[in-house]
Nanobody, 121 residues
Framework: QVQLVESGGGLVQPGGSLRLSCAASGSIFSINAMAWYRQAPGKERELVATITSGSSTNYADSVKGRFTISRDNAKDTVFLQMNSLKPEDTAVYYC???????????????WGKGTLVTVSS
């Protein structure tokens, strides 16, 4: 039906950068808000950043000034540019999108399977 596939995770040294991507595909009529969440080992999943269909953004205090969320509506893709990475940013990062599926009259939240980001020297 609809799939979200993340990419771009990996191992990076403290102070480094990574860019995550998440592409939505399938029977999509429209995409509303998109977001990135993360879950560190032993912790609950937390919201990192959101972006509306009009590209208004919001960030968790812990990543403000370091992370930037953006989207390409033509490609149904959301990005997360992560700079000045810290060891505490280590987590599995999940993409989330609120989507109107073709043929339905309500919106559904879809999730990707996650991509691991490890910040370590």
């Amino acid at each position: 039906q609809v799939q979200l596939v993340e990419s771009g995770g990996g191992l990076v040294q403290p102070g480094g950068s990574l860019r995550l991507s998440c592409a939505a595909s399938g029977s999509i009529f429209s995409i509303n808000a998109m977001a990135w969440y993360r879950q560190a080992p032993g912790k609950e999943r937390e919201l990192v950043a959101t972006i509306t269909s009009g590209s208004s953004t919001n960030y968790a205090d812990s990543v403000k000034g370091r992370f930037t969320i953006s989207r390409d509506n033509a490609k149904d893709t959301v990005f997360l540019q992560m700079n000045s990475l810290k060891p505490e940013d280590t987590a599995v990062y999940y993409c989330n999108a609120n989507i109107r599926v073709v043929g339905l009259y309500y919106d559904i939240d879809f999730w990707g399977k996650g991509t691991l980001v490890t910040v370590s020297s």
